[in-house]
């Protein structure tokens, strides 16, 4: 079972990537729509994100079904 810690870490990974791969394959054209699409999962994981940060309020619930 995948643990709350790797969870946050793939996301927080995913995030970070996104934003560069965008940035990274935009052309002349599509340029400001990439960094206004990277600029939005920014403003989205920005707590988590900011280094001064050190703690995070985090909520997980547990999966509830059938057993």
């Known amino acids: ?3 709350l810690e790797e969870t946050l ?3 927080y990974d995913w995030a ?3 934003m ?3 940035c ?3 052309t002349e054209e599509t340029f400001f729509d990439a960094v206004e699409d990277a600029h939005a999962i920014h403003e989205e994981f ?3 994100l900011d280094p ?3 703690e995070h309020d985090i909520f997980s619930l547990e999966y ?3 057993e």
């Open 9 to 11: 870490k793939e996301t």
């Open 52 to 54: 001064d940060n050190p």
């Open 64 to 66: 509830i079904g059938d």
């Open 16 to 18: 970070i990537d996104r």
């Open 1 to 3: 079972m995948v643990t």
């Open 24 to 26: 990274e394959d935009s």
């Open 20 to 22: 560069h791969q965008l």
């Open 46 to 48: 920005a707590e988590w």
